[in-house]
């Protein structure tokens, strides 16, 4: 992923390092970049849980049509 802050462009395992030196809990949920130091949601994971939401939703709906 890329940092919006900065650009610098880093994979997860690095962001997580940069993260044990975060004095709040280690699974705080964000993505810290190991330049800069900015955090940021992983989007990632955003993106993964509304689809499974939206597809959810869909099934959901369609059962509702059909029963
Ligand atoms: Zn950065």
């Known amino acids: 992923m890329r940092c919006p802050l ?3 462009e ?4 690095e962001a997580e390092q940069a993260c044990r030196s975060c004095p709040l809990a280690s699974h705080c949920g964000l993505v ?4 800069c130091g900015y955090e940021m949601l ?7 849980w509304m689809r499974r939401l939206r597809t959810r939703l869909r099934k959901r709906r ?5 029963r």
Do not use: H, Q, S, T
């Open 6 to 8: 900065c650009g610098y």
């Open 10 to 13: 880093f994979d997860w395992k």
């Open 32 to 35: 810290r970049c190991p330049r």
């Open 42 to 48: 992983p989007e990632a994971k955003l993106i993964g």
């Open 62 to 66: 369609e059962n509702a049509l059909f």
